[in-house]
Nanobody, 123 residues
């Protein structure tokens, strides 16, 4: 299983970023994919995940209404559109995937993850 994340960076509060995660080495259509994040000194936080099988989604409470997750099954790629970014969104974002259960579980417990990408939101 390989997950290649890209798209992080520095943005001002209120701005937008889009993260991408290209997956390979497994049957993407049977997985749930998405993102969790971790800020220094804080626990892992599930951000958003989506089932490639049926399109069902999970969003963390703190990103609801601001972030949108989508999946392009033809490209084995998941995207996270992040709008109205806040300084508290600053963290390392990790792409995560798993075939177990659904998006909610994968966001919090998924076994496979890619390298992190830093997202920094300045005030």
């Amino acid at each position: 299983v390989q997950l290649q994340a890209s798209g992080g960076g520095l943005v001002q509060a209120g701005g937008s970023l889009r993260l991408s995660c290209a997956a390979s080495g497994f049957s993407y259509a049977y997985y749930s994919m998405g993102w969790f994040r971790q800020a220094p000194g804080k626990e892992r936080e599930g951000v958003a995940c989506i089932s490639a099988r049926d399109g069902s989604t999970y969003y963390g409470d703190s990103v609801w209404g601001r972030f949108t997750i989508s999946s392009d099954n033809a490209k084995n790629t998941v995207y996270l559109q992040m709008n109205s970014l806040k300084p508290e969104d600053t963290a390392v974002y990790y792409c995560v995937g798993d075939s177990q259960l659904g998006p909610n579980w994968v966001c919090h417990h998924g076994r496979f993850r890619g390298q992190g990408t830093q997202v920094t939101v300045s005030s």
